[in-house]
Structures are given as C-alpha cells and as structure tokens.
C-alpha cells in the first residue's frame, strides 16, 4: 500500500481540535473536555504574526463556570515549552515515572489523581517557538522581527494580549483566574499580573511562583553568596555528607538554624571580605564546612565564596566520584574526570529529556488527536533575548497586589533545586513584602525535590494540595469586594 505525505510542514494559525475524557481526583469521576490548537497573536493593523499552541482543559459536568476558576499555566526558560508542568503537574494525565520522579520504560501516561483539575479548569500556553507554537510570515514571506516576542517586555506584552483573546473567546471573564509559571515564567507571570491589569483592565485572584527567579530583585554579590549557604546544606544531607550531629536530624530541624546564620552571621562576614579577623574568619570556615559537606580547604580557597558549579563537582567528589545535578541535587551525574570545576553535564536534565519527550509527543498524537508534522520544541531557539530594558517584573507584580486587595501570591520551591534556590525565593518573598503589608497575602511551600518538585510523587500530591488551599484562600473574601 503507498502511502504519501505533505513535503511543506505548515503552521495552523486558528484551529483547534477538542476530544472528551473522565478521570479520577479525590475518588471523585471528573468529566472534562480538552481543547488543543492554535490562537493567533496579531499586529497592531491586525494582521497574525504568530500563532501559539495550548491545550485547555475544562470540566464538563460545571454548568455554571461563572465562580469556576481557571489557571493559565507557563513553563520558564525563557524558551521552554509549557511540557514540564503540563505532563507533571496539574494536568489530568501525567508522565510515567518512579516514586522519586526517576524515568520508567516504556515511556507514557497515566492518569494524575492529583490534578487541580476537579477545582479549577487550567490552560497550558506555549510561547513563540516553544512546543508547536511558531512565528507566521507576513505576504511577502518574511517573518516578523523577533524582537515583537523574545525580550522580557515583548513576552509580557504579547502574551497579555493572548490571554485577552482566549479569555473572551472561552467566555471566562466572571471567572476567578490564575497564573501559574515555573522558574523564568515566574518572571513571564509576575509581570503579566500587572500588564493584564494596567492594559486589559483583568484583575488576577492569584499568582504561583514555581522555583521562581530573582523576577527583577537584586541580590548579587554578598547576599547571593550567603544565600548559597542553606541550598548547600539541603543538598549535602541528602547525600548523607554531613557531620552526624546534623545528619542523625531532619531536614526541617536542620534549615532554620542554616538560614539564621546564614542572615545573621554569614553575610557580615563576606560583606567584610579580606578585613574580616583571621579568627573569625576561620570560625566562618569551620562552620560553612559544617553546614556544607565541603572541606575546610575548599571554603578557604575560595575565599569563602564557593561557586555553586564547584559545589555540584566537589561534594562527592572523594565519596564516590559523581557529580550531582544543578536542577535537582538528588540526581547524580558520572564525569569522565573527577578533576575539574564543575559538571560536564545536568544529569537530572538528560533524566527528564528521557522521558519528557517521548510522553507529550505520545500524549498529544494518540490521546488528544492533535496530529502534526511540527517538531515539538521541548527548548525553542528565542535568542537574542532582550534584557536591555531591565527587568521589573517583581516590582510590578508587587504594584499590582497593592492596587488589587484581593490578589494573593504562593512561591513552591523545592530544597534540593540549585538553579533557583529555596532559600533565594523566600528572599524573592520578602523583598515583595516590602512594606510589610502584604504579610497576609504571601505564602512560601518548600518540598523536599528539585526545581520541579513535582516529580516526586510525595511532593506532586502536597503541591496539588497547597494549590487547592491557595484557590480556596484567595478565593474567600471576593464576595466582599476588592477593598482595604
């Protein structure tokens, strides 16, 4: 039998595709539809200049979804696809894997009995050139300037504009809504919370920081040093590298006598450099080494600011030669030299890649009937990335709690991630909460994980979980009017 196919691979520009299932959440039956396609993003005079792959998932049994809650979901990068948290996370099928997150074969899905799905419907965004979603050459055949989507402002303003769009085509403008985003799109998300408000007039009830950034909050030189400290001891006590006293302990004993001395001893210290006391300063090493798994050799030459790369090279390096992985330390990596300054490579990414691509190509093919030719970009090309503008997006998201009384905020961060650590984002919390008064509508959750938490099956479940309490809080005085 011969069989033909296209030969030019084609962009969709508005279709979409809808397939119905029923799942399983808290031994609740939940009936939902999923909508997968492609939206356009247009010019000023109106004319498509890209189009952005998603996948909508909502409840078919809710009448009425005027107190319905919908997530709008990005993943970081920035030119990561939306596959991380889609597949992982709060979606209703999720990759297969192991208890601790680890890839199983053969690769596929499962349903997730912990997805957000039964209390709110979630659509997953994937940016220009991540996933399917790809720029649209003009008449004459050129395609737009980049500069329209790859920069911190451009991400932000186009995709408010996006969002307007499928709002309003999904008739979801009564309903609460939220933006969840994992490391660079908490960027992404902090600063659409204001440009969705200030430009679209769309009032967010919540915004979920996972693994965030710095989202435009300094803290280089001593204060990222010290912030290094508490990350470093997670990591070492996981692989069991720390003097008994602290080992025979838990882990949630150990971290607040850390970030305390990390606050109030640490960065003095580094912040005195070369005049600090030569007594103090060995006190110094003696207890970064304690709290560290490091040698006292190690901190001492490096002048007390260890590197993070060293970090992930050196800690087992006399244990048992492996490396440990950047994005998730649990992970262990095998270099061909034990010598050097840091990892050849991210052993907890090659882990993931395994079994992240071969699941949504699957998924999208055989279970939501989206058939295509485009290549799914797990990582798209989006560089050069425009960051000359500078990034405020914290501050921004920080004027857009003070302006919208009902706006709540939650960070998740996991211990063991070293690309975006814990300890950095209660940093990233505290500086939002400038004034002190916004105390009551910030949270931080920590899970014993990586950067994506969510893999471990014990953390998916918690995650979820505090995801549903977070709705619920937010959700409680909406009644009584966005006031102080």
């Known amino acids: 039998m011969l069989s033909t196919k296209a030969q030019n691979v084609r962009v969709s520009i508005d279709t979409t595709i809808v397939t119905n299932h029923t799942t399983t959440i808290k031994q609740q039956t939940i009936p939902y539809k999923a909508t997968t396609g492609f939206q356009p993003v247009w010019d000023e005079s109106g004319t498509p200049i890209a189009s952005l792959s998603y996948t909508y998932y909502k409840r078919s049994d809710i009448k009425n979804d005027e107190k319905r809650p919908l997530v709008i979901s990005f993943n970081g990068g920035p030119g990561s696809a939306s596959v991380w948290m889609h597949i992982a996370y709060t979606g209703p099928r999720i990759l297969k894997i192991d208890e601790e997150g680890f890839p199983v074969q053969p690769y596929g899905i499962k349903a997730n009995p912990n997805s957000i799905l039964d209390v709110a419907d979630i659509v997953f965004v994937n940016p220009v ?282 960070i998740q961060s996991g211990y063991y991630d070293g690309a975006t650590t814990y300890f950095n984002a209660k940093y990233v919390m505290w500086q939002l909460n400038a004034n002190g008064k916004l105390t009551d509508r910030l949270s931080f959750k920590g899970y014993r994980s990586g950067h994506m938490m969510y893999l471990r099956n014990e953390d998916l479940i918690q995650a979820n979980d505090d995801i549903r309490a977070f709705i619920t809080k937010s959700s409680a005085n909406i009644s009584k009017g966005s006031k102080y």
């Open 129 to 410: 050139n991540t996933g399917y979603s790809r720029m649209i050459p003009g008449s004459d055949g050129k395609m737009p300037e980049k500069e329209l989507f790859f920069g911190v402002q451009a991400d932000v303003k186009y995709l408010a504009g996006w969002i307007n769009t499928f709002v309003s085509r999904n008739n979801r403008w009564r309903s609460p809504k939220y933006l969840i985003g994992e490391s660079y799109g908490t960027t992404r998300v902090s600063g659409l919370a204001l440009e969705l408000q200030n430009q679209h007039w769309m009032y967010l009830n919540g915004v979920i920081l996972v693994s965030p950034t710095e989202i435009g909050f300094k803290f280089a030189g001593p204060v990222e040093v010290a912030n290094r400290l508490p990350y470093f001891t997670a990591a070492a006590w996981y692989h069991k590298m720390l003097p008994p006293e602290l080992q025979n302990k838990d882990l949630s004993e150990i971290l607040p006598e850390v970030e305390n001395y990390t606050i109030n001893e640490l960065l003095p210290a580094i912040v005195k450099s070369g005049y600090l006391e030569k007594d103090k300063k060995e006190n110094v090493i003696t207890k970064m080494a304690y709290y560290s798994g490091l040698s006292k050799k190690t901190i001492r030459q490096h002048n007390l600011e260890v590197p993070k790369a060293y970090f992930w090279k050196d800690l087992l390096r006399d244990k048992d030669g492996y490396t440990i992985g950047r994005l998730d330390s649990r992970y262990k990596g095998m270099d061909i030299k034990e010598a050097g300054e840091a990892p050849d490579y991210n052993s907890e990414l090659t882990s993931w890649l395994h079994s992240f691509t071969p699941a949504i190509n699957y998924y999208y093919s055989q279970e939501l009937n989206f058939k295509t030719d485009l290549k799914y970009n797990m990582f798209g090309s989006v560089r050069p990335w425009d960051r000359t503008k500078g990034n405020q997006t914290g501050e921004n998201l920080r004027k857009a709690m003070a302006m919208n009384a009902n706006l709540h905020t939650m």
